[in-house]
């Protein structure tokens, strides 16, 4: 039997010290191929780069005492490496997991529609790999122990019990974990402070930064913001189908001058 090919992947790009330890502790499940941006890529969401080439660099291998993990850094998006991996460096190969981390601070609540290393395992899930997130809670002081600890037991059992289709999986790690209890968790509201800050340049024209600091979160039971602020690592399942059925009757009452509602695709909605 083969064993398992493990994509990691993240938004920090391929020096950033949460891949590496990620790389590291996943490699005794598998073989561990890492394709990352060349550089870091935080918050971009799920962008691809359509409009101009991509450069591929083979970087130095990540070597530990059982196994040399091969490295490789993209010129563009989490999203683009992904897919460069799948389609391109490993395009005769059957990827078992996609592993995207360890982030370098949370991916909590909303945040997950910004997220570079969410969308990097969501790429997974689009081209029909089940994939997993994985971030630690900190912004300074970085300690992967745990975070990598937990994402080896998750992947393991992945490995044997694989995930529904168009799922993956989004954990969150704290930076000071009371125990090893983990929850099932779904997503909160991260709040940040909306800033957008001007300064002037040394000819004097005018540049903004936007986005402020971490400014709290909705304190609500089973979030997993709320697992995260008791010291539990929290595990959120997501799903790539975004249609929200339960405005299809609205749609289906609208009156609009001029035009007919068809019955036929809420019919065939019904019937999926």
């Avoid at 005769?92 to 609540?109: D, T």
């Avoid at 900190?138 to 937990?150: E, G, K, M, P, R």
């Avoid at 490995?159 to 997503?187: E, S």
Wanted: aromatic share 6%.
């Amino acid at each position: 039997m083969n064993e398992p090919l493990i994509l990691v992947s993240n938004d920090d790009g391929i020096n950033a010290g949460g891949i590496r330890a990620l790389a590291v502790a996943l490699s005794p499940l598998g073989r561990v191929v890492v394709v990352a941006p060349a550089t870091d890529q935080s918050a971009v969401s799920h962008a691809m780069s359509l409009r101009r080439p991509l450069r591929l660099v083979r970087a130095p291998d990540i070597v530990t005492p059982t196994a040399e993990i091969p490295v490789y850094g993209v010129d563009g998006t989490p999203t683009d490496a992904v897919y460069m991996a799948a389609h391109h460096i490993l395009k005769n190969e059957q990827i078992s997991l996609v592993v995207s981390g360890i982030n370098h601070g949370a991916n909590l609540g909303n945040d997950v529609l910004y997220s570079g290393t969410v969308s990097a395992a969501m790429e997974g899930v689009f081209l029909g790999i089940q994939s997993v997130a994985i971030s630690l809670v900190s912004n300074h002081n970085h300690d992967f122990t745990v975070a990598s600890q937990f994402a080896a037991q998750l992947c393991k059992s992945l490995l044997k019990t694989p995930l529904k289709q168009g799922t993956m999986l989004n954990v969150n790690v704290p930076k000071r974990v009371t125990d090893t209890r983990f929850a099932a968790t779904f997503l909160g509201e991260h709040k940040y402070e909306q800033v957008v800050e001007q300064r002037l340049d040394p000819r004097g024209q005018a540049y903004y930064w936007i986005g402020g600091e971490w400014s709290g979160y909705q304190d609500l039971p089973g979030t997993d913001c709320k697992a995260v602020a008791q010291g539990n690592i929290s595990v959120t399942p997501i799903e790539v189908k975004l249609t929200c059925q339960k405005l299809l009757p609205w749609i289906c009452d609208l009156k609009l001058e001029g035009y007919s509602f068809l019955a036929q695709y809420l019919e065939s909605v019904d019937s999926n």
